[in-house]
């Protein structure tokens, strides 16, 4: 995941603002143009040195734990807010947006970037405190929560352990009600963050923040619902099938009838992650690997130079740290991090290879481009990075490349993989059919029983079923709903990307459209592309835009659906 500590964000961080940053107040002299820059300079001069200290800030309290390290990333947060929450600024930005005068691309891409972010910000400072305080306080409750089982207590890695090997449905039962107990120790605060959310998109002429925050992300709703819509149906009769095939093996693994099969019997808290139900021990390959070492080695090989943002990263666990991962840029200038907590198996190299396809976005991002543009052209486009490189480790012809296994291995695990692949694919898109409409209607209703909302949408799309008499807010301890909110629906749109780049780097760089075992390793042609075509651009244009011209195309679903459904 990329940290999303951006211009973008609803809860951003900043720096005070006195007075008017627009100078060229009554300066007839001056072309709109000149007056346009003019306030982008006194805008960066003041908000630049805060966006590192708070991005710094934030990054320190998710190594750390500590409540000093939040408590300082909260302020800074609120610091950094009140220059886009000033209504003066943001008056100047609307009469320069709607004198429709500013005819230089690249100036009129930082009016329109500028402007939503000034927009998504003009609320009370009084609120705006009180929310970041409020999301602080839940990030350190989250952070900091254990699950405890009996008399043990245990991190994350843990409890994925148990949960992927143990066959003792008493301790899955008792190990994912633990998980989802730091739902429970957050839910009132996040209801309360929803509504004030709420009340600060109705202020700004929002339905209310789901719609603030797609329209905002220059999305439109109705097109995220049709693309739903669609994925929906394109996914639901092979997912079903899928979901029989899985059944049918876990009701022999735990010697039990399918329709006795619950939500611990899955191999992961949610049922995002596809459960290992092939027989290739893929997690043997990494034993006594350096994950670390394989991640760079693999990058240098495609062009990709990451070794000085290895050197500025927390990689492995340590008390009081995020036991998740993500990827941060401090600066937009070079200081690229991520944090992990890796084991040596195949989850963590997934993760690694997807949290160091957003650092090299974030690294390759042209630097000689305007501070305001000079980032991904959406979240979701980083995403679609990630998730390309991340596919990688199910596929077996890079596996023979990156971790030395021979013909005989190749042949073993080479369609297995490729199942699993599709399994992981179709199972997270069902998941985050959940999250997308979980969020959408909380935010449209947030006093409705969300208890409910939650286990009806997870029998539905996830065909999971509900644990008898459960009422609990098992949703609230999915972190991304509090922390990272309206954001789900990009990891899908950016699935969809990937599978898009996929076939256009195999028909124009490999010249093949056969990708099943095609690995995307030890070709310098593949960072060359991603490099000047994705990352280079930044936001100087409109994420459909640079779609068209990195691939040929606007966004389409299609390519997903030859991937994975057809």
Known sequence: MKKMFLLAA????????????????????KSTEMELKDFIKKFEDKYLP???????????????????????????????SKIFANKKDFETLKKFKESKEIKDPILKRELDVLYNNFLGQQIDSVKTKQMIDLQSKISQKFNNYRAVVGKDTLSDNKVDSILKNSTDSKLLEQTWNATKMSGAVIAKDVVELVKMRNAAAKEMGFKNYHEMSLKLSEED?????????QLDSLTRDSFAQLKSEIDGYFAK???IKKEELMPWHYQDRFFQEAPKIYPSDVDGFYKGKDIV????????????????IIKNSDLFEKKGKNQHAFETDIDRQGDVRVLCNVKNNSYWMSTMLHEYGHASYSKYVDRNLPFIIRDAANTFTTEAIAMFFGRQ??????????????????????????KTLRLEQLTFSRWAQVMYRFEKGMYENPDQDLNKLWWDLVEKYQMLKRPEGRNEPDWASK??????????????????????????????????????????????EIGKYFIENVFKPGMRYEWNDMIQKATGEKLTAKYYAKQFIN
């Open 221 to 229: 709703p109705a097109e995220i619902e049709k693309l739903f819509d």
């Open 479 to 524: 972190i991304h709903i509090a922390l990272y909110p309206c954001y789900y629906h990009n990891y899908l749109m950016g699935e969809l990307l990937a599978s898009q780049f996929t076939y256009y780097l195999a028909k124009n760089v490999y010249k093949t459209d056969d990708i099943k075992t095609l690995s995307f390793s030890k070709n310098p």
């Open 10 to 29: 609803f809860v951003i961080s900043g720096t005070i603002v006195g007075s008017c940053l627009f100078s060229g107040c009554g300066n007839s002299k």
């Open 50 to 80: 805060l966006y590192k200290d708070a991005t710094l800030a934030s990054w320190n309290a998710d190594v750390s734990g500590k409540e000093a390290d939040y408590n300082k990333s909260a302020d800074l947060s609120f610091q950094v």
């Open 293 to 308: 070492k394989i991640t760079q080695s693999y990058y240098d090989g495609i062009g990709f130079k990451i070794e000085d």
């Open 393 to 418: 480790t199910k596929n077996s012809q890079w596996m023979k490349e990156n971790l030395g296994l021979t013909d005989a291995e190749v042949k073993v695990v080479a369609e297995d993989s490729y």
């Open 253 to 255: 693994r735990y010697k």
